[in-house]
């Protein structure tokens, strides 16, 4: 019905930016932070002792204080890229629920869309809407990669981009881009930097954290709910035979066995692979994503390959998982 064009956009390769802007840092790759005490970052390697903090870790793993787990979800959007795809200028979004993007990369075309809430693709089927759309507006073209992406979702569609909480005020937090990443990083480098040297910043307020007072008293239920979290690799489930005889091949399913809900994903040859289904993050339910062969959290967004193996944050720990022989 309607389009809206920006003009003078640019477009650039955020590894190489990245290259470029880290170059003068030390960096520590491969270290997991296991949680922040006051100006104390644990790692799995050691602890890093800093006077400000920042949570620039996509989805905040600290639950308490600042409860972004209430005040923002997880969303997954997919792409294709195609070769021989006619030569499109621009960048194009769509706006729509089910729009789709189209970005030139090189001699690629970029085709995304299939957009859902993490946790909410049981049916699944996303890789094979974009290549219908594909076949559709060009029947020549050769698809070379296909992926997925995962976004944080904040309540009202503005980045949370300030201090952590009121109690901590040497803490610092940048998420919530949803699909933004590469804009919303720089305002949150802008921003941030001047918390920590202590300048005014105009635009702090617009993207303030403290926007919400999320009512503080409701997840302590939840909290406590997720120090239950068990592992079937710790007390070994016998699961029927003939409860994996009923899955089929390449598919995935939700058993109850000895009163424990367990995922099972048999593989195309007949191997099973089972994990508990209750996320360690705060506990709830993990569904199963065809299109990525992973247990997915619908509250929060973490996820998990079929083996138990951690994707994606909030949640710091795998699940735990046993493999069954082959029927
Ligand atoms: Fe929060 Fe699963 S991600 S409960």
Request: proline share 6%; hydrophobic share 35%; aromatic share 12%.
């Amino acid at each position: 019905a309607a389009a809206l064009r920006f003009g003078n956009q640019a477009r650039f390769h955020p590894l190489r930016f990245l290259d470029a802007v880290a170059e003068p840092l030390e960096l520590y790759e491969q270290t997991r932070v296991r949680d922040v005490e006051g100006n104390r970052v644990i790692t799995d390697r050691g602890t890093v002792t800093a006077e400000h903090v920042v949570f620039a870790c996509h989805y905040p793993f600290r639950n308490v204080p600042g409860y972004y787990f209430l005040r923002m979800h997880q969303e997954r959007s997919y792409v294709l890229a195609l070769e021989n795809a006619a030569g499109l200028e621009g960048m194009y979004f769509g706006t729509d629920g089910d729009g789709l993007s189209f970005r030139p990369q090189g001699d690629l075309l970029l085709l995304g869309g299939g957009g859902h809430r993490t946790g909410e693709n049981s049916a699944g089927g996303q890789y094979q809407k974009l290549r219908q759309a594909a076949r559709s507006f060009w029947p020549e073209s050769r698809e070379t990669a296909a992926w997925s992406a995962q976004d944080g979702m904040p309540l009202d569609g503005v980045p949370y981009i300030g201090r952590f909480s009121a109690a901590t005020p040497n803490w610092y937090v940048a998420t919530g881009f949803q699909k933004w990443g590469m804009t919303s990083s720089m305002a949150a480098a802008e921003i941030l930097t001047d918390f920590i040297c202590g300048r005014e910043n105009g635009d702090a307020p617009v993207f303030s954290p403290q926007r919400f007072h999320p009512f503080v008293s409701t997840p302590k239920l939840l909290i406590d709910g997720a120090q239950t979290v068990y592992s079937i690799a710790k007390e070994k489930l016998e699961i029927p035979r003939e409860t994996l005889f009923a899955i089929p091949n390449g598919t995935a399913a939700v058993v109850k066995v000895e009163g424990e809900k367990v995922g099972v994903y048999k593989t195309p040859d007949g191997g099973a692979y089972c994990v508990t289904v209750r996320c360690p993050h705060l506990g709830c339910r993990l569904e199963w994503n065809p299109a990525e062969l992973s247990w997915d959290c619908p509250c929060h967004g973490s996820r998990f390959d079929y083996t138990g193996k951690l994707l994606n944050d909030p949640a710091q720990t795998e699940i735990g998982f046993q493999k069954e022989k082959k029927q």
